[in-house]
């Protein structure tokens, strides 16, 4: 693999607040997301021809490619509120290099043929990304390689301010930075929109490179533009998948038969060197709304299966440890509802986290169990569908990503349209209880919750193979605007919970084996 680590040509004899946009290259590219495609005066049938299959242009490969991201640690300005941009002020704090070193440790059996990083060309990095790529890299030999479009997003006059000030010295503009950020303007620039067109040349370079593995050690915006960017989804999508200090994000390009753009899967969002569930907030908005994806654990049935996790056993013995493992995570919350579909590995998996949660309170003899409501929905059973298909797509420890794109049109069609009615139960769910505090989770087939964050980020069924869940694992999407704003995806496919028994990162690229 290879890294990067994201830092500007700062140079301190010139203002902070420098450009650095490049006049000859586009403020913005045009990319196949949903709500773009509302803005072309197509037929619904063109539209999603135009942008949910045509999409990006990105080189061809000659193999499967794996790109991992990371965000450099907690820095100083991100302790203390301090907009940071591409400039280079902020040093990592004593949390910060914590933080590096459990991602190194996460990573310090994989394999990387190259790393990427911003490091000095002309000029001084930027340190915190510099420094979080030393810790993770180590004692690795393999080449760094420098490249500026990894720097932060550009901020201009908004660099170094603190998040108040910024609101006393600009009023409507720090506003509007705050809630409407692709159409923010300042300085004559529109800083996201610059920020998706450096991700598009940045995925350019890296996808040239001849490597299998590659690590990248960047910013908070650019790698959302990174993963939003290989995706296909525009500008109104910043601040919509999180990139936490240190977070992981896994992406797996493998190449087409008859060559050009290679499929595209995002793999994991945002594994986390902590818990994925502890904190309250999202993209630095308090929320009290949280959905979690619970993707149910292996079952005896699924080695005589074609299809992947058909859930239609009792949970065998990984299985047990699984759902398990699954439960003692979701102790940092207090969960109200449990709902699944009614298959056994769905119903004992949620039984498995409701008895552990009822019971988390529970510690002295005169404690009285909390109750958490649990609910079987048979609108939450895909399997059926699922083994319509004639596609043989099993194989339990080697599910590759994407397998949803060789399901037949049909069959995807109608995973998409029984999801979407599982979609609305768990929004409903959600909305119960006023104002209060409300988590639940849904627990099910990876396939369903695949197609549920698509409902969730307005997508539609094209991109199923663009996302990837194994069993096991946990995703969480929080609504600070409540269950009918906007759901922001705190994480996906999170499986650093299963310990020993968890899917790795990377896998060896000794051979030429799928990802």
């Known amino acids: 693999m290879y890294s990067i680590a994201a830092s500007s040509f700062f140079n301190p004899k010139l203002p902070k607040n420098l450009p650095f946009h490049n006049p000859n290259r586009p403020l913005f590219a045009i990319v196949r997301s949903s709500s773009v495609a509302q803005e072309i005066d197509k037929s619904s049938e063109e539209r999603t021809e135009s942008l949910g299959l045509k999409g990006l242009e990105f080189p061809a490969i000659k193999g499967a490619k794996r790109v991992v991201l990371v965000r450099h640690g907690q820095s100083t300005w991100n302790a203390e509120g301090r907009i940071q941009g591409s400039s280079d002020f902020s040093v990592l704090t004593s949390k910060g290099e914590s933080q590096a070193e459990t991602s190194r440790q996460m990573l310090i059996d994989d394999s990387f043929d190259i790393c990427f990083s911003r490091w000095p060309a002309c000029s001084s990095p930027l340190r915190r990304s510099k420094r979080t790529a030393e810790i993770i890299w180590g004692a690795r030999e393999e080449e760094i390689i420098t490249d500026s479009d990894m720097r932060e997003i550009d901020l201009y006059s908004f660099q170094g301010l603190l998040k108040h000030e910024g609101k006393a010295k600009y009023g409507e503009s720090f506003r509007q930075w705050q809630i409407d950020a692709p159409n923010f303007i300042i300085d004559g620039h529109y800083p996201v929109r610059e920020l998706w067109a450096r991700a598009k040349s940045c995925w350019d370079k890296i996808l040239v490179h001849e490597s299998k593995s590659v690590l990248v050690v960047a910013h908070n915006a650019v790698n959302q533009a990174l993963v939003a960017t290989a995706i296909g989804l525009g500008t109104e999508y910043f601040r919509i998948l999180l990139q936490s200090n240190c977070g992981v994000s896994v992406l797996d390009f493998t190449p087409q038969p008859e060559g050009g753009t290679p499929n595209i899967c995002l793999n994991r969002l945002n594994q986390t060197p902590g818990s994925p569930v502890a904190g309250g907030s999202s993209a630095g908005r308090k929320t009290s709304k949280r959905i979690v994806f619970v993707c149910h654990g292996v079952s005896e049935s699924d080695l005589e299966s074609s299809m992947p996790y058909t859930g239609n056993g009792p949970l065998n013995m990984l299985g047990n440890i699984q759902a398990q493992k699954i439960a003692e995570l979701l102790l940092d919350l207090k969960v109200n509802t449990v709902v699944s579909g009614t298959k056994m590995a769905s119903v004992e998996t949620a039984?498995?986290?409701?008895?552990?949660?009822?019971?988390?309170?529970?510690?002295?003899?005169?404690?009285?169990?909390?109750?958490?409501e649990t609910k079987q929905i048979p609108d939450l059973d895909v399997e059926s569908i699922l083994t319509q298909s004639k596609k043989d797509a099993s194989g339990l420890q080697n599910v590759s990503s994407g397998w949803l794109n060789r399901l037949e049109d049909d069959v995807t069609t109608s995973l998409w349209d029984q999801s979407g009615k599982s979609w609305k139960h768990l929004l409903y769910e959600l909305s119960k209880g006023s104002d209060q505090d409300n988590v639940v989770i849904?627990?099910?087939?990876?396939?369903?919750?695949?197609a549920m964050m698509g409902h969730c980020l307005n997508l539609t069924k094209e991109w199923l193979g663009s996302f990837h869940l194994n069993a096991g694992s946990i995703s969480v999407i929080d609504f600070p605007d409540g269950p009918s704003g906007r759901g922001v995806i705190r994480c996906i496919n999170y499986t650093a919970h299963l310990g020993r028994w968890s899917i790795p990162i990377t896998r060896s690229t000794q051979a030429d084996e799928e990802y």
């Open 351 to 372: 039984d498995t986290i409701t008895k552990v949660q009822e019971a988390a309170d529970c510690l002295g003899a005169d404690c009285i169990p909390r109750y958490v």
């Open 442 to 450: 849904a627990v099910g087939h990876p396939a369903l919750h695949i």
